[in-house]
């Protein structure tokens, strides 16, 4: 198995999403946190420097997305930790939105607040009052801007 499999279903995931089919897009992330699951069992965590940047990117995406599944997200997120380097401001992003992510699946307050609800808000985060401060720190945009983006890629999604 190598970092074209990883990519490949990054675009199946991608392509189950733009489709709004929930079925399919369950069918998709549970194919894909399987396939996971081999890879890193066999290769491990695929590093930038071993892999390709696009098959490292993948697999957090892949992971982000299975949620049905927190003790593996979590498993991901330790790999990731482990083999990151911290002057790189877009893995510590990729980090906080999956710590978050299992945080928000596991019934803890996130600590980034990347997990927005249904209403754009954001929902138990350890620290509110510190909320862009921390963001800032990893390279995130403010709370502001990152709702008001993300509810403007909502409603292209539905438009």
């Not at 995406?61 to 330790?78: G, N, V, W």
């Amino acid at each position: 198995m190598d970092d074209l499999t990883l990519i490949k279903a990054k675009k199946k995931d991608q392509k189950a999403i733009s489709s709004g089919d929930k079925t399919k897009i369950k069918k998709v992330f549970g194919e894909n946190t399987k396939l996971l699951k081999e890879f890193i069992k066999k290769n491990g965590w695929p590093i930038k420097e071993k892999y390709s940047a696009e098959a490292s990117s993948a697999a957090w995406l892949i992971a982000q997305h299975s949620d049905h599944d927190p003790m593996f997200q979590l498993q991901c997120l330790s790999l990731i930790i482990a083999n990151s380097y911290s002057e790189d401001k877009e893995l510590m992003q990729d980090i906080a939105f999956l710590l978050d992510r299992v945080l928000i699946n596991m019934n803890q307050k996130q600590v980034f607040g990347t997990q927005l609800n249904g209403k754009f808000s954001v929902p138990n985060t350890i620290s509110p009052n510190n909320l862009d401060s921390l963001r800032k720190k990893i390279g995130l945009e403010s709370m502001n801007h990152y709702i008001e983006r993300v509810k403007k890629f909502a409603e292209k999604q539905e438009g």
